[in-house]
């Protein structure tokens, strides 16, 4: 069985704060995807990104980087320099392959202040 | 490009009344699709999803229904509404490993 614990239920920062939003994975599974979703206010989930298994590299994608780490099943989210905008509901998601249902974590939500 | 589609926005349907909600996606063929709902305190459960025309798998027993009469229509249906069918509903399609979601359905039943 998959599962995905996002610990963290609210964290609020003010603006230009760095924050890191973790996830942690359980899966049986060699290969498997990893991901996350933006929810704002609006309620449409918006993808950040995809991650396999086979791919620890960390990214960057301007204030948004991830940490994939197999070691200890993590694959934790940061934002630099936070901004009112980033202000959301943020999910994990683990599938088991390529076009497989997604095990959401509760989500995290963010209040960046100004 | 591909988009996803879904309505209504917003429904206020009373306990016992049908329910009918459609997604439908452009710009692709043979996509797989799900729905998910999403209730008060936010976690995100799937529903159904479906591989092809006619090709419904239910993951949580209850009183509602999908079907897929089109290759990019999804409907998921309803016969009585309960109360506990409150939610956010989410449709979504898959693209190269990747599920992207529609706008969704906001559902309140009374």
């Known amino acids: 069985a998959q599962k995905v614990t996002q610990a963290q239920t609210e964290i609020s920062v003010v603006e230009k704060e760095d924050v890191t939003l973790d996830c942690v994975y359980e899966?049986?599974?060699?290969?498997?995807?990893l991901f996350w979703y933006k929810q704002p206010p609006s309620g449409e989930l918006v993808f950040l990104i995809r991650?396999?298994?086979?791919?620890?590299q960390n990214e960057i994608s301007g204030r948004y980087s991830w940490n994939f780490q197999k070691s200890t099943s993590s694959f934790n989210f940061t934002i630099t320099a936070s901004q009112v905008v980033d202000s959301a509901v943020y999910f994990c998601?683990?599938?088991?392959?390529?076009?497989?249902?997604?095990?959401f974590g509760k989500g995290i939500t963010l209040s960046v202040r100004p | 490009s591909q988009t996803i589609h879904q309505w209504p926005a917003t429904l206020v349907q009373p306990v016992g009344s049908p329910l009918s909600l459609e997604c439908t996606v452009e710009g692709t063929s043979n996509p797989n699709l799900y729905w998910y709902r999403q209730a008060a305190g936010r976690g995100l459960q799937l529903l159904f999803y479906?591989?092809?025309?006619?090709?419904i798998s239910s993951e949580v027993p209850q009183n509602l229904s999908a079907s897929r009469p089109q290759d990019r229509q999804f409907i998921l249906s309803s016969k009585k509404l309960l109360l506990s069918d409150s939610g956010f509903y989410l449709c979504a399609w898959n693209n190269r490993d990747t599920q992207y979601f529609g706008p969704g359905t906001r559902l309140t039943v009374l």
């Open positions: 991650r396999n298994s086979f791919d620890e």
């Open positions: 899966t049986r599974d060699t290969t498997y995807y």
């Open positions: 998601a683990l599938s088991p392959g390529a076009n497989s249902k997604l095990t």
């Open positions: 479906s591989v092809g025309i006619g090709q």
